[in-house]
């Protein structure tokens, strides 16, 4: 009976262990997903004026505090991020 018990305890730690290594492996894998698109943003923005450039663009875009997207409309830096469906462009 404690063998039952010490071995279903053994597999619950486990799985426990295993779990939160695959959480905290997730998280910073967004993380650093993040911070690469905030130096490519940066070291693509040249000068900083963010106009023209031959640089990507979004044609559509949406309000998204904490963010820039450089629209298409414009070629400007604006506050927000590019929707699922929007297509890029290249601003000239």
Same mark, same amino acid.
């Not at 009976?1 to 597999?11: C, Q």
């Given at each position: 009976?404690?063998?039952?018990?010490?071995?279903?305890?053994?597999?619950?730690?486990?799985?426990? &262990?295993?779990?939160?290594?695959? &959480? &905290?492996?997730?998280?910073?894998?967004?993380?650093?997903?993040?911070?690469?698109?905030?130096?490519?943003?940066? %070291?693509?923005?040249?000068?900083?004026? !963010?106009?023209?450039? !031959?640089?990507?663009?979004?044609?559509?875009?949406?309000?998204?505090? !904490?963010?820039?997207?450089?629209?298409?409309?414009?070629?400007?830096?604006?506050?927000?991020? %590019?929707?699922?469906?929007?297509?890029?462009?290249?601003?000239?």
């Amino acid at each position: 009976m404690k063998k039952k018990l010490l071995v279903t305890l053994g597999v619950l730690l486990s799985v426990m &262990i295993l779990t939160a290594i695959v &959480i &905290i492996n997730h998280s910073y894998s967004a993380q650093d997903m993040l911070l690469r698109e905030n130096v490519a943003a940066l %070291a693509g923005e040249g000068a900083g004026d !963010g106009e023209g450039d !031959g640089q990507k663009c979004w044609h559509t875009v949406t309000a998204f505090e !904490g963010h820039q997207v450089l629209y298409c409309g414009n070629c400007q830096w604006i506050p927000g991020k %590019a929707t699922i469906t929007s297509t890029s462009g290249k601003c000239s």
